[in-house]
């Protein structure tokens, strides 16, 4: 990404587009609390030990969150998961998910923890936990032969869970529009974009999440600032309704875990058939510094670029990635 861009996509962009007798009665109570402090510590200790468990729309992961998910098409089809991105929900997938449900496929997406109808847990709003999210999510449904796709944070939570748990459950994988190899710019990564772009949008996001979101969605991300868009409102009140469902400190914690988390080791173990789709105008993700590099780690992988395409572009160009999701499962 060049320095002028780089320069221009400032906070302005970002926004339209970031823990004796009275002894011993006395010596048995302390004893008495210390037992019952430590029977509560054990009882903690195997809580987060417990293993992961379902009801009908939700799993209860095993540090105790709860996750909720969809289930569609039919259930003996090959398994598709859809993880989206911040500061949205499963819902941003159902055109997605309506199309391959449609053409056989059981499709499942989940809300993140801290994100639409999921629990709001104050700690674990990182890669690592999204990752074991989703493993215990795989686990207790008892998936196989999995195609994993990733939308922007998403992108990164497949990413994360191929590295921390295998692909001895998938299938496929994808990553549209994602966030790997790594956002933030550093010396090894200088394609990245400054950290005073995602302390722009922490600081939006304490000063009017509301606005922030809504800002995003008008501008950078389905790309309606550039000249000649056509912007469309029910895509913006979407956009903004699935991001003021979430939490307000999960998403403000993710916005350093979508943007200073390195996938590069993670991406190195995908050892599965690999799609990349990315639109060279993505404002949000330049494809730079992350789909064409994270085609320099995963060789095999077909790299698909939408001319014009945004970041939003499971929106804006709804059909062509249905389209091509199914050709990819298919082949």
């Not at 906070?11 to 509560?40: E, H, K, M, P």
């Not at 990164?156 to 956002?183: F, N």
């Amino acid at each position: 990404m060049s320095n002028t861009h780089e320069q221009n996509f400032s906070r302005r962009n970002i926004l339209l587009a970031g823990v004796g007798g009275a002894g011993i009665a006395a010596a048995s109570g302390v004893l008495a609390g210390s037992t019952a402090v430590a029977q509560d510590q054990a009882a903690s200790a195997a809580a987060s030990q417990a293993p992961a468990k379902r009801s009908v729309n939700t799993i209860t992961t095993r540090d105790g969150v709860e996750i909720y998910f969809k289930d569609w098409g039919p259930k003996d089809g090959p398994v598709v998961i859809l993880s989206h991105g911040w500061p949205l929900s499963s819902d941003s997938w159902e055109a997605q998910a309506l199309h391959l449900a449609s053409n056989g496929f059981r499709v499942i997406t989940h809300d993140r923890r801290g994100h639409g109808r999921s629990s709001q847990p104050w700690d674990g709003n990182d890669m690592d936990h999204y990752a074991d999210d989703l493993a215990d999510l795989i686990e207790v449904l008892d998936l196989k032969n999995v195609s994993l796709f990733g939308f922007s944070t998403g992108g990164g939570e497949i990413s994360r869970y191929i590295g921390r748990h295998g692909t001895s459950r998938v299938a496929r994988a994808g990553l549209i529009a994602a966030v790997p190899p790594l956002m933030l710019k550093t010396t090894a990564n200088p394609g990245g974009l400054p950290i005073e772009v995602f302390d722009g949008i922490r600081a939006a996001s304490i000063a009017d999440r509301s606005q922030l979101y809504r800002e995003i969605a008008s501008g950078p991300f389905f790309g309606f600032n550039r000249p000649g868009a056509k912007p469309s409102q029910g895509m913006i009140d979407s956009f903004w309704l699935q991001g003021m469902m979430a939490g307000h400190k999960n998403t403000y914690d993710s916005i350093k875990a979508f943007s200073e988390t390195d996938f590069t080791e993670d991406l190195k173990k995908f050892d599965v058939p690999t799609l990349i789709v990315h639109g060279d105008d993505d404002q949000i993700v330049p494809i730079e510094a992350a789909a064409r590099a994270s085609k320099t780690l995963v060789p095999h992988a077909t790299l698909k670029v939408y001319v014009g395409g945004p970041h939003g572009i499971a929106d804006t160009h709804k059909q062509q990635l249905n389209d091509d999701m199914l050709a990819f499962l298919k082949s």
